[in-house]
């Protein structure tokens, strides 16, 4: 069942053969209860299946209702379906949390997901011991779509952290001659379309060109016939139009050119990302809004359309630079996955690495000029930081030891680290292996530096422990690998403290930081989930870091 608006020319030859339409075939229509009477499956959408309440069917009429891509739509768009089913149908819902979730404005970018059936669900399921709510929860662990170095690539970075874990069971036939996963390194220069107030990289769009007709002249025989529409290239804004124009002026053949969001629930032979983006340009944009550079749930599904090979066309410096969004570890560990398997164009490792020398020290020199100004990185009132509240709160009866310039004492490195060796210890694998079910060996993340953390189980991936309040966050930053305290398990989620800090997270500790509005010796790291640093002043030169 298709909506009335649709053009039943736009639809695919196979698939019009089984759609419900008008006597001429001009059109798409609703059937009535006949016309459902008579068919075994209904395949639809959600917001389609809103009007079968209209026809008050019987209940139990469906015994069986499937939701397919569950993890992208919020809870009302589910339960229009799920409310047509009655005490013996039978639910089924289907979807990947980790891929492109539903788009909500009203909370963080990486919370989406927790606003799906699906999830609410699987973590109600979770904390059930019931052998019904066991059996009602099932994990898919076999990739049937893509060739073996890109499920490998997936499973490592955007599940578990391993690239045993998710199997490669389709057989599907790599290039012959040619890596899975492909870089090529095109900077180019941005420009800001007034029309659409979103980018276009020329340069890139002319490697793109390059590299699809490069795909049709090396196509191998292990892939069939060619298909040019099964190369699909994918990237956002403006640039779809500019790649999509340009491949017309060329009379290429009918390339498929998409935006990210576009593709969910399909499959291609070659995916080729544009990345648009360079480390110029993104010193001028807010960078909020790139999905490319910030949301891995996007990345995860665009990779995950390719069946055989991946293109990414970008500016590699921009992509692995920590202060260019969330996505910089990824695309490092990818581009350093193309390097060593001889698939990265037109730059070497030592120029990445004196890129990213260049771009910090940019970063830094740009943070010393503003920083006379107010800072604009947290939305939290000063006054209701409890950091900042106990530094510049005089009435408490507090006695900090200084030197006599008034500085804090410094400890040797070797008294500092037994200062905190509560919270860096070795592992003890007879403690742990008696008490699995209080301890978990798990990965940090934390969300607010001072009172909002999570850690998700290295051997559960998909289960996620609440940590909350600093103290039960300790001294541990994020990625850090911890062992995590069990408090609660009746709770949903389950929540726990870091018990202590197993391996610490292989990222450079340097943060970008403010100047705090009120005090100038604190000091506000943009990465909100490091806490604040005090700076103390010597005592002949105020305004001067000791």
């Given amino acids: 069942i298709k909506a009335k608006e649709n053009n039943p020319r736009a639809t695919d030859s196979i698939t019009i053969q089984y759609c419900h339409l008008s006597r001429d075939g001009s059109h798409f229509e609703f059937p009535d209860k006949a016309v459902l009477d008579s068919t075994r499956i209904i395949i639809t959408t959600t917001a389609l299946a809103r009007f079968f309440h209209d026809m008050k069917l019987p209940e139990n009429y469906f015994s069986h209702i499937l939701i397919d891509e569950a993890s992208q739509m919020l809870e009302c768009e589910a339960l229009m379906a799920l409310g047509l089913a009655g005490k013996h149908t039978c639910v089924v819902l289907a979807g990947d949390h980790m891929q492109m979730g539903p788009k909500l404005f009203s909370v963080r970018q990486d919370k989406c997901s927790e606003h799906t059936l699906l999830n609410r669900l699987f973590y109600y399921y979770q904390a059930e011991n019931s052998d019904i709510a066991k059996q009602s929860r099932i994990i898919f662990t076999e990739n049937y779509r893509s060739t073996k170095d890109i499920v490998d690539f997936v499973s490592t970075h955007f599940y578990v952290g391993k690239s045993d874990v998710i199997k490669a069971r389709g057989n599907v036939p790599p290039h012959s001659h040619q890596h899975a996963l492909q870089f090529h390194h095109v900077r180019g220069e941005c420009c800001l379309d007034p029309t659409s107030m979103s980018w276009f990289n020329a340069e890139q769009i002319l490697s793109v060109v ?311 010796q604190v000091m506000t790291p943009i990465n909100k989930c490091i806490t604040k640093i005090y700076a103390p002043f010597s005592k002949d030169k105020p305004d001067h870091i000791a």
């Fill in 210 to 520: 390059d590299i699809v007709q490069g795909i049709m002249k090396e196509w191998p025989q292990e892939w069939g016939n060619k298909a040019p529409e099964s190369v699909c290239v994918l990237s956002q804004g403006r640039q779809v139009l500019e790649i999509r124009q340009r491949l017309r002026q060329l009379r290429l053949p009918r390339f498929t050119v998409e935006n990210a969001e576009n593709v969910q629930g399909k499959q291609f032979r070659v995916i080729v990302i544009s990345t648009v983006h360079t480390k110029d340009s993104l010193l001028e944009t807010d960078r909020t809004c790139l999905e490319f550079f910030n949301d891995m749930r996007v990345l995860n599904t665009v990779m995950t359309r390719a069946q055989s090979q991946i293109f990414v066309v970008g500016d590699a410096a921009a992509l692995s630079c920590q202060q260019f969004g969330m996505c910089w570890r990824l695309w490092r560990s990818y581009i350093e996955d193309c390097i060593n398997k001889g698939s990265a164009y037109n730059f070497t490792l030592d120029s990445l690495k004196q890129d990213l020398l260049e771009i910090s020290e940019l970063c830094r020199s740009v943070d010393e000029e503003s920083s006379d100004s107010e800072s604009t990185t947290s939305e939290i009132p000063d006054t209701e930081d409890p950091i900042l509240q106990e530094l510049l709160d005089e009435s408490k009866d507090i006695n900090v030891p200084l030197t006599e310039e008034g500085l804090f004492p410094v400890f040797q490195h070797e008294q500092f680290v037994s200062s905190v060796s509560n919270q860096i210890a070795e592992e003890d694998e007879e403690q742990l292996l008696t008490n699995s079910s209080t301890h978990k060996h798990c990965e940090l993340v934390i969300e607010y530096f001072d009172h909002r953390a999570y850690a998700r189980p290295l051997d559960e991936p998909t289960m996620r422990i609440s940590i909350m309040d600093r103290k039960n966050i300790g001294q541990a930053f994020p990625g850090d690998k911890v062992t995590v305290e069990i408090l609660s398990e009746t709770s949903n989620p389950p929540t726990g403290k870091v018990f202590n800090i197993l391996e610490s997270a292989d990222t450079v500790k340097e943060f970008v930081c403010t100047i705090e509005r009120y005090d100038n």
